[in-house]
């Protein structure tokens, strides 16, 4: 298998805090994201694992869940349970 650069992993995390909700069944959510573009040949571009740790701190500080995209499915976790899943047990460094 040849290793080719494949999006960073932290790319695939995102948590969406509640803005604005309507009279109806409208709502406006704002998402927060690592905001990263990079590749890599491992898992994570150099320093994303920390990046991703961050973010989901910040999920974790404010009760947000978060949502990690792979292909067509999509993943919503608490940030300690999308934590666990990477590995790490617990957010603070
Ligand atoms: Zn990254």
């Not at 040849?2 to 790319?11: D, I, L, M, V, Y």
């Not at 920390?50 to 500080?61: E, G, H, P, W």
Request: neutral net charge; hydrophobic residues 40%.
């Amino acid at each position: 298998m040849t290793s080719t650069n494949q999006p960073c992993a932290c790319a695939r995390y995102s948590f969406e805090v509640l803005v604005h909700e309507g009279p109806t069944s409208e709502a406006v959510w704002q998402a927060t994201t690592t905001e990263c573009t990079a590749t890599t040949q491992s898992k994570f571009a150099p320093g994303h694992d920390a990046k991703l740790r961050s973010l989901l701190a910040q999920a974790q500080a404010g009760g947000h869940l978060i949502r990690q995209v792979s292909g067509r499915a999509v993943v919503i976790a608490d940030a300690a349970t999308a934590a666990a899943a990477l590995g790490w047990a617990n957010l603070t460094p």
